[in-house]
Structures are given as C-alpha cells and as structure tokens.
C-alpha cells in the first residue's frame, strides 16, 4: 500500500482549515465609559476587540453579551493590561458564546451583586466557551464580613479562568465557584488553570474556601471541571481549601503552598487527584493534604512535604461516614485508590477514620454519627521518608479493615511503627532536586501493585511516562529535573506581582508634644515604628490604627498615655488593615473608655493587635471587638492589666454559624488584677465539625480578685473555642465558680495551673451546641 | 483534491482487517457432565466452543472462566438450542473476557447461591465483554418466598443479555440486577437488549422488580446500562418494574406490556427513557408508566396508551423529595426533561408531588418528610389525546411551580380541564397504526420549544430523524408503519415461545364413591373441571391441588363433603400453582380442621382460591394461610361460613417488611355467623410508601353473632392493608368493639353499612407503623 498518497493528501486539508482560521478580522474599538462600552458590546461581531481607556472605571456594572465565533472570539481587554482599574461598586458579568476578558484590575472596592465576575447575565443567559485571562482581583471586599459574595462564578459550560491573580478576601464566601444548578452548566469542563492564588486571609469560621465546586444540592451532578497548574500561596480561608462538591472533577498539578487547609473531595464523587505538590513547613499544623469524603476518588502522584497537619488537616484524611447520610452530611468512603504517592518528613500522613464521633451519640441525633468506615479502598505503591522516625505513621481513627494496602514501602529510620504490613520499612535515601522537593532514589526495584484501572495511571508526577519503567511513589527514578514549583512567573497574570521586597521601617521619634502622636502616626508608612521618648500623652482622641505599625518606648522608660476621650470610646481605634504592635506603654483611662476597639460598622478587612510590656488600667474593656470584625492574632504579653471593668472581649459572633472573632488569642506571662467581669470572653457557635479553631493559650499568667461581677461565674470564658490551652498559671480569690470549663471532646487542656480560692477548672465531654444546618 | 485517492485506500484497510478476523481457528468440545465440562473450560482457548450435550443437567455449579478474545470468544452453548436444561439445584458463574453463553434451559430448580447466572466468579473475578444469549429461565424458584436471590446478576463491564426469555419469579429479589460494588463494575455499558420479560406474578409486597440497576448504596455511581428493545409482558412483581438506582442508565424502545409498575428511577440521576411504549387497557389501574425521583432525567419519544394508573402508577409521576433526603430516601426532582411524548386516552397523565405526605408530619419522622417540590423542570412538546374528555389532565399533589410547561397540546373533546396556559386544547384526530398505536394527525404545525440540549433529541419514537421535519409528540408527521410492538419472534430465545394456545377444559364427571374424587382431582389436567353428582362425600385425607382446577356441582343439588380428616389438616391443600375455584359445595368438619390451607414450607409458586356458592360449617379455620405463602387472588363469593372457630386467616407476614399473604382478597354477598374470632384477618406490616397493596373488598354481606372471642375486639381485621372497601354490608349482634379501623391516610373506606349492636367503623388518619429501613 502508498501511504505517501495518504501524506500528500492530508496537508492540503490543513492547508484549507489554515487559510480559513486567517481570514478572521479584527475590529478595535477604544471606549472611554460605560455608555461607549454598552454600545460596543450591542455592535460587536465575532472577532470585534473592544478595548476600555486605561485608568479609574468606577461604579460600573459591566454586561457583556456577545456571538462570538470559535476562531473569532468577542474581546474586551485593557488598553494596557492592568492599567484598567475597576473599582467602587463594580461588577462583570458575561454571556454568550467564545468572549474572552483581558488584563483587568480589580480593586478598591466590592461588587453590588453576588459576585464580581459571573458567567452569566441572568438565570437564563449563561456563557460558553469564554474566558477570563491575566486578570487580578485584590481585596475587593464587601464592607461586612457576614456579607457573602464570590468573585469568580462559573455557569454554563467550556469557560476558562487562566493566569488571573486573587488574593485578600476577607468576607464570607469561596473566592471561585462553580456552579450547576441546571442543565446548561453541567458537563462543564471548565477549566481553572495557571492562576495564582495569593494569600486569603484565616476568615474565622466556614465559607472561607477558595475554591468551591457546586454544592451539596447538585453533587449528583457531573461537572467535569478541571484545576490545574495553579499557585495556592497561603491560602488560609478556612480548612478548605478547595472544596470538591460534585462529580468527575479533575486537580491536576496544582502547587499548595503554606496554605492552611486542605483538598477535600466534600460531596461529589470520582475526584481525580494527580501531581499535585503540597508543601508545610514542619511547623504550622493548619497546613493540610487531601481530605476524602464519598466513593471512587483517584490520589495519584502527589508529593507532600514536611505537612504535619493531624486528623481533617492530615496528609491523607480518609473520613467515616454518616450510615444512609442526609444529603448534605457524610457519605461513606468507597471504592477509592491512593497509588503512587510519595510523602517526606510528614507526621502520621495516613489517618483513617477521620471524623468518628461515635463517642458522642449521646449529643448528636443518629443522622450526625460517623461510623461507616471506608470500603473497598486502595492504598498501594506508595512511599514514605521521614528523616526522624515517626512511631505513629498510620492513626486509625477508627479501623481502617476496609482498606487494602499493598506495596508501600517507608524509610523510617529503623524506628518501630507498629506494622510490618501495610507499609514495608526499608532503606533508600532522597536526592534533592529544588526547593522543597525531595525524591527517593531507589537502588533497587520495588513490586508494582497492578489494582484494577492501574493500568491508566501512565504517567507520573512530572508527566514522565510509567509505562517503560514504572515505579513505586510520585516520580519514576532517572533524572530527576527542579520543577520549579515556586517560579511565580508560570502563575498568575503576568503584569502582577505579588513579591515585595523586604523594606527597612523607618524609627520616627514622638515627643509628648500635644497632638505630635497622632500626626505622626498618621503620617507614617505602613510597618513604621513611632518611637515614643519617655513622658506623659495626653491623648483626648481616639487614634486611628488603618496599617501596620509599631508603637513603642524603653522598657523602663515607659512612656504614659492618659486618655482623656469620650466614654466608649477606644484609645486605640483599629480600622480595617489596623494591625497594632504596642510594647512598653502605660495606658490609662478613665474607666469609661476602651484601650483598643474596632469600628462598629464597614470593618472590610481584618485588624491585628500585640501588646507586650505594657500597663493597662482603668478602662471600661481592655478590648472591645464587634461582630463581623476579625483578627488573626490578638497577643498580651508581659503585660499587666488591673482595675478594669471588662477585659478582653471577643464575643459577638453570636450567630451560630461557626463564626469567631480571632483566630489565635495569647495571653503570656500577663497579670490581670481587679478585672470585674469578661476577663477574657472568647466565644464560637454552632456545631460544625470542620470549623477547627479558634485558638485560646493562657500561659505563665496571674489573675487576682477578678470575675466578681461575671454573670454566668466563670473566669474565662471560651465557650466553643476547639483548641484552648490554660496552663502554668495562678488563679488566686477570684470570686466565680469556675476558672474555666473545657470542652472534653475538643483540643482542650489544662495542666500545672495554681488555683486558690477561685473554683475549678471542669471538663464537659460534649458540649451541647446549635446544629448549623 | 482528488477524494478518490481516499476511496482507492480504504478499502484495503478493511480488507486487512477482515482477514485478521476470518483467522479464527474453532474448536468445538462435546462434554457430558460436570467434569468434561470443567476440563474443557480449563483448556479452553480463544476460539474454543464448549458444546453442553443435550439432556438434562441436573445439580450443577457451572463455573465458566476464561479469557477469549475480540474476534474469538470461548463459547459455551447448548447441543441443540433449549435441549440442555439445567436443573435441580444449579447455577452458572462467568468470569474473564470475551465469553458466550447460548441456548440453555434453566427449569425445575433453583440456585444454590444468590444468583442463577452471575458475570462473576469470586468477589474479585469478573465478566467483561462477555454475553448471555437465547437462554431461558422459568420459574426456577426458590422453596421459600422470603428466600431472596437474583436470576442474573451483572458485575464487571461490557457484558450482555440478549434475547432471553425470563418469567415465573415468585421469591423475593429482582429478575436481574446489576451490581456496581467496586470500580471493576461502573461505567459498566452493560446492554439488557432483545429480551422477553415474561410474568412475573405479584409478589405481595418490595423486592419483586423486574430489573434493578445498581442499589442506593451506589446510587452515586456512573453505571452507563443499557435496556432496550425489550418486552416486558405482565410484569406484575411489584410497584417498580424497572428500578433504576445509578447515574447515566438508558432505558429505550422497550415495550411495556400490560405490566402492573412503573419504570421508576429510584436512585441516581440523568437516566435517558426514550421511546418507549407503555401499553394499559384502560380497565386496570396497576398499569403505570414513569415515576421520577432525583436529577438530570431525559422522558422522551414515549409512547403511553390506556394506562390508567394514579399516583405512584400514573402515566407520568414526578415525586416530591425529602429535603437533603438520606442516601436511601427521596431526593428531590430537579433538571428533568419531559419532551415529545404522546399520551392516548390515559387519565390524568401528569401528576406532581406525587409521594408527598406533608400531613403525615405527626407519625413520621422529619427525615421522612416528602416536602421538596420539583426545581428547573421542564414539560415541553407532548401531546395529549383523549377519546373521552378528562377533567383532570395535570394532578397536582404538591404544588408544580417549579416546573415549566410550554408547547403542549390536548384535544380533551372540548372538555374543561382547568387549564389553558399549561397545555393548549386543540382539536386533531388519531391514525390507527397498529395494534395499541394510535398516532395524532395533525393539520397544521405547531410551534416547538427548543429548551437547553433539545437540539440532541434528534429522533423520534419510531427512529425517524427530527432534523428535517420536527413535530411536538412521540412521532414526526408523515407516513406511520406499524412498529408491531407484540411481534413476539423479536424478542427473547428463538427456540421458546410463551404463547400458549388456548385449550378447551375437559369436564369430569364424579360420583360420591370412595376415593374416586381425590383419584380423578389428581389425574386431572390443569384447567379440568370436576363435577360433582349430589351426595354426599367422605374424604378423610386432605386433598392436593396442585393445579389450577374447578370442583363444582349444581346450584341447586349442592355436593356434600364431609370431612373426616385430622385436626389442623385441611379438606383442600393448596400447593405450589394449585388453583382452586369451588362452586356449589358444601363443606362440613367437626370444628378443629381447616376448610382450606396451603403448605407450611416450600411452598414455591403462589396458589389461589375461588369460593363461590358454597357453605362452609364446623371447622377450625375456613382458611389458613402460612408465612410465605402467596396468593394473587382469593375469593368469596355467594357464601355462607358459619360455626366456626377463626375465619380468613392472612396474617403471617409479621417481618414488617411490607409483604402479605394476599393481593386481593374479595368478600361479596357472603354470610358469617357464629365465626368467634379472625373473621377476616388480613395483614401488611412495615412502612413503606411504594408497597401499595393489598386489597380487601368486603360487600354485600352479613355478619352475625361474631367476633365473640377476639382478642383486639376489632371484627374486621386488615392493619397495614393499602386499599380497604366495606360498603354494604349488615353487621349484627357481633360481639365487638369496632367493625374495623380505617387507614385515613390511605384508601380505606366504608359506606352504606348497616350496623347494629357490633361497635363501629373507626378512621385513624395516621397508622404507626415500623419503618422498614
């Protein structure tokens, strides 16, 4: 036979499809506002580009509707990427088939609607074939944390998000969502590729994912979509990080970095999970691996790094289920394969059992109780290093009897984990091959586990081939090249950085000049230290905190600030980006006012606060946050605080939801004397067992005749707060009933505490809480 | 370009390939018993034809593993097509590749496992690509009714069962099911095409389907079956004739035949049930359609003639949901299709919030509820003809405002339905196209709505494109050709027929001689009848019918049977497939036998009973029924049962598990005196709202001077019976509290009685019952 016909045919027909892409004529038009721009996108015909003027387009509701054709999309694009900004009350929405958006900047304020780019216009009107490419949303907030929102909202089908930066959303709701509420958006296919994720701030509670795919009410439905070679830089929303909720939806090659949370495949089933990189720091246990709920999911080719997240934050979590779970609870894990993964200096990354909480039948109805283990599950071929032995490298929750494993092997370093079977320890050392990745080099062959479908699994973590030489773990052995993991050149939109360089603060002396403080701080820079010389400030004011900055004098010579300002009102007003570091200040009222506070209204980004060495007396509350307010850490250090009505109070999340006023409050080596009530107040609501903070530590402390005035006679007060540490302190004649009571069944210690005269210190196995669904 | 040069190769390709096929080299293997047939298993290669002798082969496991290839399957098949039975206890099991099996008989038996055939062979060995074909399975039932099994039950992938013929199943479990534990078994394309569903009988209560794919545990798997082009004649088992449990299943151009279900999609989502035919007489209510449960659904090009069914069993049922239902519940209708189906002289065609029981909220739990209506549903391009006009088209049980209904047409003979906008009343005529296929003619086009995917139903009923000529209904307009639905040589075994030719009954003339009653019974072909002289005849022995036979004598010259035998024997004994119809006899114990009863164990076909004109006095029982046993039909008719200690006797079915002993039990123009206790005593126990039997109608009689004995004081027992009738009935100086309890909730009514001194007739709206899961 000629097969040299069939070659001479073939490019003349590809030489037809070429001339006929190439016909395409592209029309340009410049618009300046909105009325131009409504008028182009009404005029525009397939391959029309508008073009919007650089500069401040504020308060604009952009609709764009439009035919494209395959070949000939419909743009709107920057005059030059990023130097279009879209702020204010500002939104996008797109409908229609093959439109592309290009180098959009928003910023400086939030959308009027639900979501600042949505792939529809109306229920009906969804798009196609559209994509979104090289644009950044930065901090575009609702002004109330408690008002939801989403900034990307996928609908219809085949749409593309792609080298987009986003990053500091602080209000509730996932930062990207897919949604398949009607047949026209599922089989979706759409495609979240190349972006990057830049640090999301700890939300204090749920709805903090960034990424969500559907939601329990369509995870029957198949969405097909796909996450790949994206950056997730310090994404710490909430213990989801992406949440997978419906079927066949692919996380390829993603990069997790620092992130404090996890991929969980929350509803929805068939997940594939492949070549992603996880990496911790072997410090921080909020950083997470893959999280597993509901049946056929595919873990293959992963790489974990130094992630010692434990239980829902472990490497693999595998979780129990609720028996015949409601539909928006638990379903059984079943018929899932871990193959092929290679996890390095991680502690315990294989939990089983997650979740069980048979132990608190006794609280929860029958429909709360996790008790289905996983069945007809996988776990082969895959390996383990860890540079000091961990004596624990399996947790079973509970049992883990439906699971299979085979062909995992583990260098321990000679150190007894208790099995000899699921994981085989044997000697092999890692080679590195860049930053934070380390990969075994085998010096002899290991036996391959071929489970039914194995034979798909044909390449490995860089995209080699497995079918020549195959091996166990991520990679397979031979050269091993840096995949520049952290190259944020390859993420994101490519006008956009999100690298600062390091800046020296400026020291600025503060004279106790009147009004000198205010001014100067005022003036300073973001990270800038106001240094105060010794002497008494008289302050009349409350001051205004909006960045960062340092407040400081010597440690013995203290400067004094008297505050002379209304009653209610702080000395310290911490606005939003406010994060306050004040060291060796004396503060004193009136005992009608707040040392610190924040605003009562509009608080759209998170404050912060550290005081250390400093004496706080004669206030109405040392600290007074209001709801929807939100710090990450609120630290007192060697501090002493006396004659106070109220302490510390973070207690207005009294919705129920899960919600929290700080993520980590600290109170180390602080004295609190004559406080009469809310010494510390610190308060959670709602059971939800995948909100896992906040974080209460009391340590090296003192607190002396305080509590008389508290109502419910407890000191400290932590209601629903899951990690809470009081310990090494001393409780001496404070008149209530109880220092503190724990919640048993949560993270919540007490030890080496001195207690005289000042009741107990309880432990409450279960705490009866408000279900939150 | 010269596409010559195209044709000039492809032909050579083909020519290639067919001679890659035509290599096979077959071998064919003659065995005789079990261990030929073993060896030549275990030497079978691709190619081989293992050729099962004729006869019969009886208590044989038949384990068939091999591995044949594409173009050459390992084949095992009968000698000569349906000569080979299979029989005693017996089974078959497959598993490898590439494997056939052809032309067995399975009868006069049943399965040793769960299973008659089984595409497995171990937990882990599976079928693939493997095929059942022109064999037969009839009545190969198991000795208890609660002794569940499967007569073919599909694992692995890619495998087929094509032009069978199954009937007769009596025992619990459906017909076939296909079975998706394991990843071995999903996306598994199974094809159920060209078989004959023959009769299945009533089974009395849940687990009689026909087919059922997968089961909830799996409901969240892609299963990706297809049954098709198949008949299902009088399958009657239970409420779901097909029980669709798994994602992406396709149910196309079957024909449902005078079957008492529906098809229902249970579980799972986005099933296709395109152009079928759904075939009623307009008489008998039990004939359903298509009843939907959860997401995605496709209803089109189907055709539905005379089915009256309401409720559950109407045309077209679109089910409430539980909100967040448990995995085993309802979940709601949301993205369902309705598009292009004909409906012909049906009654009230559409219900909606079918299931809901929002008034039942006192009895049962919350996680019960049916309260969810249907969401983004759509009823588009139906048509609708009505000989007779129908006052109620669309029945709304819960309200329809989640679903949109456009371009729907009726010609109601002018009849107010109560709606104008929901479908459109127009007049046109039908076409006779065949037997049961009446198609409109319509004489003028009618607009088409083109929902989201329309474009992908491109099809009609009968095949014929929809791209040219579209038309709202099951059928383009043009010229029709009879799709003879009933050709029975299209579908199951080539070499069995169920038609079976109607024989005339021989008349049996016998006289009071001893023992030549019980002689000639026995002797009797099934249908015989035996008449009766007058006299008076002595049986001391129960007697056997085991068949279906009719006694009888004149009205006026009634027999005599006195019965001598044992205590706790019956005069009848009703044994697997006996039949009785009795006329005109009198029936005389001494008090402590029974007048009918059937076997205790074994009893592995139904039985049934006609009594009319008869009188039966002085025994223990007039009918005792066993656990286990089943009757479709037990009537009393023109009777008189007086001087007896217990009187109908259907109560054994206490599993709570929602079966009973009888489908329909008839009382009509009867008198019962001095009957002291289970008068009528007729049970279902167990809540489950798609058991919808039995029936008991009660009428025209008088009940005097019983119940005196009772213990629960009720004289009319049937708890837990779904549709009850009392009217016209006397009841006199009966000893008693209540006549009977009414299921308010349910159909269970009284009218037009007479009662005195005998308590009353209560409702009770809601009964407490065990839930059965």
């Not at 090494?728 to 949560?746: I, P, Q, R, S, Y």
């Not at 005269?757 to 809480?769: C, D, P, W, Y």
Request: charge should be negative.
């Amino acid at each position: 036979m000629n097969f040299n016909i069939l070659k001479q045919v073939f490019p003349l027909l590809i030489l037809v499809l070429t001339i006929s892409c190439s016909e395409r004529a592209v029309t340009d038009v410049l618009v300046h506002n909105l009325a131009e721009f409504d008028k182009a996108v009404l005029e525009a015909e397939p391959g029309t580009e508008i073009v919007l003027a650089n500069g401040v387009w504020k308060d604009v509701q952009l609709k764009f509707i439009g035919e494209g054709a395959k070949d000939k999309p419909i743009t709107i694009k920057a005059e030059t990427p990023g130097k279009v900004f879209i702020e204010g009350v500002s939104n996008l929405e797109i409908s229609g088939n093959y439109l592309v958006v290009k180098g959009l900047f928003f910023r400086n304020g939030h959308t009027p609607t639900g979501n600042v780019i949505a792939f529809r216009t109306s229920e009906e009107k969804v798009a196609n074939h559209s994509r979104v490419t090289n644009c950044v949303i930065l901090d575009y907030n609702q002004l109330q944390r408690d008002k939801d929102d989403l900034w990307v909202q996928f609908y219809g089908t085949h749409n593309t998000m792609d080298h987009c930066y986003l990053a500091g959303k602080t209000n509730g709701g996932p930062t990207v969502r897919v949604d398949l509420k009607g047949n026209q958006s599922i089989r979706n296919y759409h495609q979240i590729v190349n972006n990057h994720f830049g640090p999301r701030p700890r939300k204090g509670g749920a709805r903090g994912e960034t990424i969500q795919l559907g939601s329990s009410f369509t995870s029957m439905s198949p969405s097909n979509t796909t996450i790949a070679n994206n950056l997730f830089e310090e994404c710490n929303g909430e213990v989801e990080i992406i949440s997978s909720k419906t079927n066949f939806n692919e996380i390829r090659n993603n990069v997790f970095y620092k992130s404090e949370g996890s991929v969980v495949t929350r509803h929805g089933n068939y997940a594939v999970i492949d070549g992603n990189y996880f990496i911790g720091d072997g410090v921080n246990k909020n950083f997470g691996g893959i999280r597993l709920v509901n049946t056929g999911h595919w873990v293959i080719n992963n790489y974990f790094y130094n992630i010692i997240g434990e239980n829902f934050r472990s490497p693999l979590a595998v979780m129990n289920g609720i028996p015949k779970s409601p539909l928006n609870r638990y379903n059984q894990v079943t018929d899932v394969v871990v193959a092929y993964n290679t996890y390095v200096d991680c502690k315990s990354p294989w939990q089983f059992g997650v979740g069980t909480n048979i132990a608190q039948a006794d609280v929860l109805p029958k429909s709360e109780i996790r008790s289905a283990r996983a069945l007809r599950t996988e776990v082969a071929n895959n390996i383990i290093y860890n540079k000091i032995g961990d004596k624990n490298v399996i947790i079973e929750h509970d049992k883990a009897d439906g699971v299979k494993f085979k062909n995992n092997i583990i260098n321990n370093q000679g150190v007894d984990f208790g099995d000899t079977t699921r994981i085989k320890a044997t000697e092999f050392e890692l080679t590195k091959v860049g930053e934070y990745i380390y990969l075994p080099e085998l010096s002899r062959e290991f036996d391959i586990y071929q489970g039914f479908g194995f034979d798909k699994i044909t390449n490995d973590l860089f995209g080699n081939s497995r079918e020549d030489k195959n091996s166990i773990g991520a990679t397979v052995q031979g050269e091993f090249k840096d995949p520049n993991i952290l190259d944020k050149t390859k993420y994101g939109a490519d006008w956009f950085s999100n690298s600062i360089e390091a800046q020296e603060p400026s020291v600025i002396a503060v004279t106790s000049a009147k009004g000198e403080l205010e001014e100067k701080i005022a003036a300073a820079k973001a990270g800038d230290i106001i240094s105060l010389g010794p002497g008494q400030y008289n302050v009349s004011k409350s001051i205004i905190i909006n960045k960062t900055i340092t407040i400081q004098s010597k440690e013995n010579e203290k400067a004094e600030i008297i505050f002379t300002g209304a009653d209610n009102t702080p000395v310290f007003e911490l606005n939003p980006y406010g994060i306050l570091h004040i060291k060796n200040v004396s503060l004193t009222g009136n005992g009608k006012q707040q040392a610190f506070s924040n605003l009562k209204e509009n608080m759209s980004n998170h404050f912060g606060l550290t005081v250390s060495g400093c004496d706080i007396n004669n206030f109405n509350y040392v600290l007074k946050a209001y709801k929807q307010t939100f710090a990450e850490e609120i630290t007192f250090k060697n501090t002493s605080i006396s004659d106070c009505e109220n302490g510390i109070e973070l207690s207005e999340e009294t919705n129920d939801k899960g919600d929290y006023n700080v993520e980590y409050l600290t109170i180390d080596n602080c004295s609190f004397t004559n406080v009469n009530q809310n010494v510390i107040d610190y308060y959670r609501g709602g059971y939800d067992e995948s909100t896992i903070g906040g974080n209460l530590l009391v340590t090296n402390s003192t607190f002396t005749n305080c509590g008389s005035k508290e109502k419910n006679r407890i000191l400290l007060n932590h209601r629903g707060i899951v990690n809470v540490n009081i310990n090494k302190n001393t409780f001496t004649d404070n008149m209530v009933e109880l220092v503190a009571l724990l919640w048993g069944a949560k993270n919540n210690v007490a030890s080496d505490n001195k207690i005289s005269n000042s009741g107990e210190i309880k432990v409450e196995e279960n705490l009866k809480l408000k279900l939150m669904y």
